[in-house]
């Protein structure tokens, strides 16, 4: 299915074929071809996840229940329902694992590209725009969990050898899809951190490079530095057809958030100045702005959570109010519409559109290891700082380290927007802590029979997930187009 060629940019712009501007939003389809521990629950990281797994099920239904959950998580039905929802954009993160064996980073393996196709034609079939994401890369391209790297540190930018292997990977990306108008484009690499930030810049010189030479129509979606939040090193003469991506979460649709959202003068105004402050470089450049990753966590009765409907109804509110900032937030000025794609379609009940059912093999299934995980306050995404283990055992370890680091070296490691607090709960939870209750988490696929995993996966198909359908709502009615 075509419509006659292919979107392109012009000035703060979005175009379609015939030169109409297009308003792109949507979605990710999140922890379908990139994992997420928050998304389905285990601990840790992606690799960890998976070597775990296979070590307990044994490589028949180990490879059996990935088919089904890929098979499972998007569908025909997901595409349907996604269109009539009024969303005309998906954005499709992907572990670059799919197409890269870590023994050999050479080879590119078919398998990734018929993952991909199947959401890719599913979205064209329903007049679905896709936008492919790589969500990681060998060695990491940031510090944080959701790059599958299982440390601190961003070594994709120490390594030049890792650097040429996704060049290869972007080129072949782009020649696969070359002719497909339904791909709105590629977004080369999601929330990259560099400490130099120049080599991020050098990337991004050689992937354009790289792509254009075999696909000079699809649009290049970039991320900032430090998690899509930091232009300020890039060149001050523009990609050519590209769009600059920014992620635009907000702290007070968070739990961690010590402050209620009620949408005073003070905090609309600080939601904006978050959002301006991003798009200062879109502004100086006359070029457009795509707000690729946002949205809050919701609070919800399967996690045993307080005053849900009320904790919810301030989340919704931050989201509104967002939205509010992004209608009029071109950089033009001229008060148009941004694009947008909010994290995310589906999951198990922190942000998704539509999220398990309680009743779900997964939930009921998992129940005692989901409510130990809260427990621990292992999730960095969706953590409550009030659990009781925050006070008498990690608190202490934080003031600890607060007393004995300098107070003007307490942010000394990039990134800065972290604090030494931020990087415990990373070293000690996230990563150490996680690393060894994986193997518990894989132990609840221990012997269950084809059937069985078959059902887990099938929790994950659309007939049984619960709309958010407040949430949609809302989404909808920000645009009337």
């Known amino acids: 299915m075509t419509v006659g060629g292919f979107l392109h940019t012009e000035g703060t712009k979005i175009l379609k074929p015939n030169g109409a501007p297009i308003v792109l939003r949507g979605a990710a389809s999140g922890g379908h071809l990139n994992m997420e521990n928050f998304i389905t629950g285990f601990p840790g990281h992606e690799e960890e996840h998976k070597e775990a797994m296979l070590k307990v099920m044994g490589k028949e239904k ?30 499709i993160p992907f572990n670059y694992r799919h197409f890269l064996d870590d023994s050999d980073l050479t080879k ?17 079939n329903h007049g679905i725009y896709t ?26 930018w120490d390594f030049t050898y890792f650097q040429d292997r996704i060049i290869d990977l972007w080129q072949a990306i782009a020649s696969h899809y070359k002719n497909n108008t339904w791909v709105a484009g590629y977004n080369p690499l999601n929330e990259p951190a560099d400490p130099s930030h120049a080599r991020l810049v050098k990337f991004y010189d050689r992937v354009d490079k790289a792509i254009r030479e075999v696909d000079p129509n699809h649009i290049l979606f970039l991320d900032g530095n430090t998690y899509a939040a930091d232009f300020r090193q890039f060149p001050k003469t523009p990609y050519a057809n590209t769009v600059y991506s920014i992620h635009d979460y907000s702290n007070y649709g968070f739990p961690k958030s010590p402050e209620k959202y009620t949408g005073t003068k003070a905090q609309r105004e600080k939601l904006k100045q978050q959002y301006e402050r991003k798009i200062e470089y879109m502004k100086e450049l006359n070029v457009p702005v795509w707000n690729g990753e946002w949205g809050p966590v919701y609070a919800s009765k399967m996690r045993g959570d307080d005053a849900v409907e009320e904790t919810n109804a301030s989340r919704y509110h931050v989201l509104k109010d967002q939205l509010d900032v992004y209608a009029e937030g071109d950089p033009s000025g001229d008060k148009s519409p941004i694009s947008w794609s909010i994290w995310l379609y589906k999951d198990i009940g922190y942000q998704g559109l539509t ?66 607090g931020d990087y415990i709960d990373r070293v000690l939870r996230d990563v150490l802590l996680s690393q060894y209750l994986t193997h518990e988490f894989a132990e609840y696929f221990k012997d269950l ?19 958010r359908h407040e949430l949609v709502e809302i989404l909808q009615n920000s645009h009337k187009d």
């Not at 180990?62 to 954005?91: G, H, I, P, Q, V």
């Not at 029979?449 to 709309?467: H, I, P, Q, T, Y």
């Open 62 to 91: 180990y490879d059996f229940f990935w088919s089904k959950f890929y098979e499972y998580f998007w569908t025909d039905k997901d595409a349907e329902l996604f269109a009539s929802m009024k969303f005309n954009c998906l954005r």
């Open 108 to 124: 590119i393996q078919p398998e990734g590209f018929a993952l991909l196709d199947r959401i890719v034609d599913s979205c064209a």
């Open 131 to 156: 936008i492919l994401d790589l969500h990681t890369v060998p060695g990491g391209q940031n510090q944080d969990w959701h790059c599958d790297s299982a440390i601190h540190k961003a070594l994709f």
């Open 355 to 420: 999220h398990i059912s309680p009743e779900s093999k997964w939930y009921t299934h998992l129940r005692s290891w989901l409510d130990k995980k809260l427990e621990l306050g292992l999730d960095r995404w969706g953590r409550d700082e009030n659990i009781a283990v925050e006070n008498s055992v990690y608190k202490p370890i934080k003031d600890h380290f607060k007393v004995v680091i300098p107070e003007h070296l307490q942010r000394a490691v990039y990134p800065k927007t972290w604090d030494v």
């Open 449 to 467: 029979s084809f059937e069985e995993l078959d059902d887990l996966a099938g929790s994950f198909k659309l007939e049984n997930m619960v709309v």
